[in-house]
């Protein structure tokens, strides 16, 4: 796997760690349904009552959402170790706000006062030079 192949991979998964975070604040947005416990049946099986359910997607989501937090965080020296070979101060810049953050060309741009353009072609020719 190629260096921009790694970060492109280690990107997804930061989008997906938002995705899940954006999933969870609309099931409970002060946290866990506290008060809400799954509800049993005589035999052990859960129901399908609606708070029930919302709670267990709720504490499955929380635990997809931990160990993809860990492996990311294990992973952060590595993609920081591809990231740190750019030559100047703005491309690591914009590499660690698409890689690490998660941000569009368009919101970098925005943020580094450059054109989207300039985003893209600042990343394109940084994977250049590594070859």
């Known amino acids: 796997m190629t260096a921009r192949e790694w970060l492109v991979a280690y990107r997804n998964q930061v989008l997906l760690l938002a995705a899940m975070e954006q ?3 609309r099931i409970g947005a002060s946290g866990a349904p506290a008060r809400i ?7 052990g099986r859960f129901t399908n009552e609606p708070a029930a359910a919302t709670a267990q997607a709720w504490e499955g989501l929380m635990k997809r959402r931990d160990a993809l937090a860990t492996a990311l965080s294990e ?3 590595a993609a920081l170790d591809i990231i740190r070979t750019a ?6 810049m ?3 706000l ?6 569009t060309d368009q919101q970098i741009a925005k943020t580094l006062y450059i054109s ?8 394109n020719a940084f994977f250049r030079q590594l070859h």
Do not use: H
């Open 23 to 25: 999933d969870l604040s």
């Open 87 to 92: 030559t100047d101060s703005r491309t690591y």
């Open 94 to 96: 914009l590499l660690t």
């Open 116 to 123: 989207r353009e300039q985003v893209n072609k600042r990343r």
């Open 37 to 43: 416990q799954p509800m049993r049946y005589g035999d």
């Open 98 to 103: 698409y890689y690490l953050q998660g941000l």
């Open 75 to 77: 992973e952060l020296a």
